[in-house]
Every structure is written in C-alpha cells, then in structure tokens.
T-cell receptor
Framework: DAKTTQPPSMDCAEGRAANLPCNHS???????VYWYRQIHSQGPQYIIH???NNETNEMASLIITEDRKSSTLILPHATLRDTAVYYC??????????FGTGTRLQVTL | DGGITQSPKYLFRKEGQNVTLSCEQN?????MYWYRQDPGQGLRLIYY???????QKGDIAEGYSVSREKKESFPLTVTSAQKNPTAFYLC???????????FGPGTRLLVL
C-alpha cells in the first residue's frame, strides 16, 4: 500500500508557481521524502529529496512541515514541459521506492 | 554521456514465448532494479540487485527472472508463466546505500 496521499490532478498556468502537496502521516524518523516525475511514456525523473530541512535545487523546492507529516513540492515558474505525473515517495532503503498513482499536473497557457 | 539504456523501445511477443529485456548502465552504480507499470498506475518492483551475482525478489516477481553477471547489465526475462505480461517495463540504478534511483527510458512489451 502507498504510504503517501496526493491529489489525483492539478492545473497550473504557465509562469505561475505549481505547489504540489503530499501527505505522509506515517513517515518514520529515518525515512526520506523523495519526489520524481514522469512525462508521458518516459522513465521517471528524479527531482529532489529531503529528510527534515527544506531543500532547493535547480528544478524545484521541497518544503517539509516541522512534524514531517506532509510536504509540498514547488515548481517556481511552471512551463508546458513540466506537464507530467508527480510522485511523492517516502523511503528509508534504496530497494523500496513505492510509487503510488501520483498527481497529474497539467500546465496550461 | 552517462546513463541507463533499455532496448528495445517496443517489443512484441507471442503468447507462450519467453522474452528478454535489456538494461545497461555506465554510471558505475552497484544497485539495479526492474519495475513494471500498467496504464494509469504507479510502478511496481519486480526484482532488484544490490551487487553482482546477487538479486532479490520484489513485490511482483512471479513469472519473471533476472541475472546479474556484470555490474553494468541487469537483463529481465519475461517467461511464459507471466499471465499478463503486456506492460511498460522500467529499469533503474543507484549507488550502493543511496536511495536516489535513476531510470532508463523503458521498454513497452505487447503480447500478441
């Protein structure tokens, strides 16, 4: 069973920030929060991960609540190429990435 | 360029035939993984290997077999025992002890 809960779909206007939420209320202390995305018919692409602190890289920012029960992936200026399914995953071991059905983000003009 | 390659992109199989999907990586990663994805669903783990000559079953290993004779290669065989093999198959790799997995482009298998 997936350990995370995400909305099935979201829309975002191009140029705006896309904020994708994820609930992971059963996360344990040694588990990381990972985000991947999958553009149609391609392999998933790693975006970002974090443990406790907020993280930022060239693709996105990850905001993790203080109690670590939820997080938000932020794409600061969404483009049409960001249209994809976004997966939020919690894991403590390299062999156990459990992909749920994710959030389908549609970026529109 | 470093990366993961999967071939072929599309594969057709007749019922009752075994078929082998290729996965090669030149990232010098120790661990490799095979996932299956059905339409509208997330990925499910078939097999994984943390080191050469060793591999473990994932959540849906029945009807599949793997080998890991070289660090760079992790082929997946879909056997005739797999009742519903039509799916999108994805290979991934990661460094030992590090969770970030990097994925190949996938192979779409269609049983005729």
């Amino acid at each position: 069973d997936a350990k995370t809960t995400q909305p099935p779909s979201m829309d975002c206007a191009e140029g705006r920030a896309a904020n994708l939420p994820c609930n992971h209320s059963t996360i344990s202390g040694n588990e990381y929060v990972y985000w991947y995305r999958q553009i149609h018919s391609q392999g998933p692409q790693y975006i970002i991960h974090g443990l406790k602190n907020n993280e930022t890289n060239e693709m996105a920012s990850l905001i993790i609540t203080e109690d670590r029960k939820s997080s938000t992936l932020i794409l600061p200026h969404a483009t049409l190429r960001d249209t994809a399914v976004y997966y939020c995953i919690t894991t403590g071991t390299a062999s156990k990435l459990t992909f749920g059905t994710g959030t389908r983000l549609q970026v529109t003009l | 360029d470093g990366g993961i390659t999967q071939s072929p992109k599309y594969l057709f199989r007749k019922e009752g035939q075994n078929v082998t999907l290729s996965c090669e990586q030149n990232l010098n990663h120790d661990a490799m993984y095979w996932y299956r994805q059905d339409p509208g669903q997330g990925l499910r783990l078939i097999y994984y290997s943390q080191i050469v000559n060793d591999f473990q079953k994932g959540d849906i290993a029945e009807g599949y077999s793997v080998s890991r004779e070289k660090k760079e290669s992790f082929p997946l065989t879909v056997t005739s025992a797999q009742k519903n093999p039509t799916a999108f198959y994805l290979c991934a790799s990661s460094r030992a002890g590090v969770e970030t997995q990097y994925f190949g482009p996938g192979t779409r298998l269609l049983v005729l």
